[in-house]
């Protein structure tokens, strides 16, 4: 499996800006973020694909978050901008054995993916 390493989480004030990012230790087709609030469900953020650069991202951060990707350090990165406090969150950085990334009805759904970082905290107050 792929080894990840996330970072870059922290707390903001709704409206500000937080960058992830994610180290991987190969070249995976796809990368997804994910995040996890308390008491709820593992949710698909946004996904890119290495070789097309296709991206998908849940409607919740739609024209807010951008994802992309270093093809030559496989390092993913989540750009985070006009933060609300419901984007608090643990955010895991994923990949995908396949290539879930370039099928949209696949691309942000969690069982695609098997290999997991450890995730990072992003804390928005209002």
């Known amino acids: 499996q792929v080894q990840l390493a996330e970072s870059g989480g922290g707390s903001v004030q709704a409206g500000g800006s937080l960058r992830l990012s994610c180290a991987a230790s190969?070249?995976?087709?796809?990368m997804a973020w994910f995040r996890q609030a308390p008491g709820k469900e593992r949710e698909g953020v946004a996904t890119?694909?290495?070789?097309?650069?296709?991206?998908y991202y849940a409607d919740s951060v739609k024209g807010r978050f951008t994802i992309s990707r270093d093809n030559a350090k496989d390092t993913l990165y989540l750009q985070m901008n006009s933060l609300k406090p419901e984007d608090t969150a643990m955010y895991y950085c994923a990949t995908a054995a396949g290539a879930p990334c370039l099928v949209q009805a696949l691309a942000l759904v969690e069982r695609q993916y098997n290999s997991w970082g450890q995730g990072t905290q992003v804390t928005v107050s209002s």
């Open positions: 890119h694909a290495r070789h097309l650069g296709t991206t």
């Open positions: 190969g070249a995976p087709a796809c």
